[in-house]
């Protein structure tokens, strides 16, 4: 069984540009969410994705999106990066959609927006 | 979800038990108290979850209170790996939401 894994670890981009952030869920769970986690701070919740379809939102605006694929893995897609989206992205991997199950963490992926 | 309250940081000593509250006087009945932890740098961890009994796994022991208003997360022999921030949230559904949690200290 293999753990969340993300990638890229570390990625510097400019404001205004795009990134994707990638994101393998753990063997067997089929729920996906992602968090934004500033320094200092706890972590946000974005969104969740269920089976491919987006199942829940926090107070983002539509310039985060996403996707899950057939497999549960996932992207973040941030489009026009602002300085303030500098921050550890983190998704975390579950099973059930909406219920309340325990969601295991990847080790994140640092972003610096300059 | 409802709002927990918890302390900013809190210092035990190596070997002793940790014990962490966390205030939810706003906890509705089909809402479980969940904690997570999260080690410098890495993503948070889950460590137990309860809906009204108490509950022991191999990492913690989690105490909630006969109204549900109030939780304890103890480590029962703390060691310096345990040095981490503590997130109480409690949550129906799958969306957590971390509030500022305990930054607990062990000390040798």
């Known amino acids: 069984e293999t753990g969340v894994t993300q990638s890229p670890t570390h990625l510097i981009k400019t404001r205004g540009q795009q990134v994707t952030l990638r994101c393998s869920s753990q063997s067997g769970h089929n729920t996906v969410s992602w968090y934004q986690q500033a320094l200092g701070q706890g972590p946000q919740f974005i969104f969740q994705y269920y089976r491919e379809e987006e199942n829940g939102r926090g107070n983002f605006p539509p310039r985060f999106s996403g996707l899950q694929f057939p497999n549960y893995s996932s992207e973040l897609n941030v489009n026009a990066l602002e300085l303030d989206d500098s921050a550890l992205y983190l998704c975390a991997s579950s099973l059930g959609g909406t219920l309340a199950y325990e969601q295991y963490f990847g080790p994140g992926t640092r972003l610096t927006v300059t | 979800d409802a709002k927990t309250t918890q302390p900013p940081s809190m210092d035990c000593a190596e070997g002793r038990a940790a014990n962490l509250p966390c205030n939810h006087s706003?906890?509705?009945?089909?809402?479980?108290v969940y904690w997570y932890r999260q080690i410098h740098s890495q993503g948070p961890q889950y460590i137990i979850h309860?809906?009204?009994n108490n509950e022991t796994n191999e990492m913690a022991s989690l105490i909630i209170t006969e109204d549900r208003k109030s939780s304890t997360l103890i480590l029962p022999h703390a060691t310096l790996r345990d040095t981490a921030v503590y997130y109480c949230i409690v949550t129906a559904g799958n969306m957590l939401t971390f509030g500022g949690g305990t930054r607990l200290m062990v000390k040798p």
């Open positions: 309860g809906l009204k």
């Open positions: 706003t906890i509705s009945g089909n809402e479980y």
